[in-house]
């Protein structure tokens, strides 16, 4: 299995989202929900990372982070496996708790940044289990409308965009419950960067040469999840539809990605050259 996206940096926004195994819920009780939080609250203290907004659903958790020092992976190995071991020891249970390593897009702020924490803060409406967001316990919401205190959570980001005092969180509530579109749809996204197109490019370049295997994988997933074909046979196709499918992911991580073609062909364990015939070739 491939791994899931892994984005890591200095100086980074992420988007940080996990599912329970099989879908399953990952809280039962009240207590779990705060025991996640209380965990949250410590691992970010130690690993000085900011929490800009979260959501906290029965079944899936969205994070949104600031790691100053590239610290993310070590984070959620400690909050996530923490969490896992109090979830199983209370409910005496044995297993999985969260169904995969965590997704993880990284994201600009500023325009991106502010439609994501409202698509984070959406989540109970879109589940049908509230009309406004300030009735569900479990996000951050609150604290942006002025009606609990920040606490370990770092919203200035966000609301300082929409002024100061009580007219921020009054502006901040309209852009929440209002029905304006954004720029992404972050349900049906799967892209590993979210910005405009110099930021992808500028994240991109940072990407260290250490780092380049683990984010072959993860472009390798997203295509797999695009194309909806096993990286195995992006990898070996077999076949003419499967070479055809190949070559269309070539494309992809020319066009969307800005990849070159030694990058592609690093990908895919093929020579440079024959990426260079398929790009010059193939017009989908």
């Known amino acids: 299995m491939p791994r899931q996206p892994r984005l890591k940096g200095k100086g980074l926004y992420h988007h940080i989202y996990a ?11 009240t207590k779990h929900y705060k025991q996640y939080l209380d965990f949250l609250k410590d691992y970010t203290s130690y690993y000085k990372i900011k929490v800009i907004a979260y959501a906290l659903m029965k079944w899936h958790v969205h994070l949104f982070l600031f790691d100053p020092s590239g610290k993310v992976s070590e984070l959620m190995k400690c909050l996530h496996g923490g969490y896992a071991k109090f979830f199983n020891r209370i409910l005496s249970r044995v297993g999985h708790v969260f169904g995969e390593r965590f997704n993880n897009r ?4 500023n325009n991106y940044g502010l439609w994501l924490s409202r698509y984070i803060h959406r989540q109970p409406i879109e589940a049908g289990l509230v009309k406004d ?10 604290v942006y409308i002025g009606l609990a205190p920040k606490g370990f959570l770092a919203p200035e980001v ?3 965009q929409f002024g100061r005092g009580k007219d921020a969180y009054q502006r901040y509530q309209n852009f929440v419950l209002g029905v304006e579109v954004g720029p992404v749809d972050w ?12 930021f992808v490019k500028d994240i991109r370049g940072l990407i260290n040469d250490k780092d380049d295997e683990e984010f072959d994988e993860d472009l390798l997933e997203v295509l797999s999840k695009r194309l909806k074909v096993k990286t195995d046979l992006l990898l ?5 539809t499967m070479r055809r499918l190949r070559h269309k992911a070539f494309v ?7 990849l070159s073609a030694t990058q592609i062909a ?5 020579s440079t050259m024959a990426v260079v015939k398929v790009l010059k070739r193939c017009r989908y």
């Open 19 to 29: 599912w329970g195994n099989n879908r399953n819920a990952i809280f039962k009780d």
């Open 187 to 198: 349900d049906e996204s799967s892209d590993l960067i979210t910005g405009d197109e110099k």
């Open 252 to 258: 992809m991580l020319q066009k969307k990605y800005g």
């Open 158 to 160: 966000i609301l300082d």
């Open 133 to 142: 967001p300030k009735d569900y316990p479990w996000i951050s919401y609150r």
């Open 236 to 240: 070996n196709p077999t076949g003419r």
């Open 106 to 109: 990284v994201v600009q702020l």
């Open 266 to 270: 690093r990908i895919f364990k093929v």
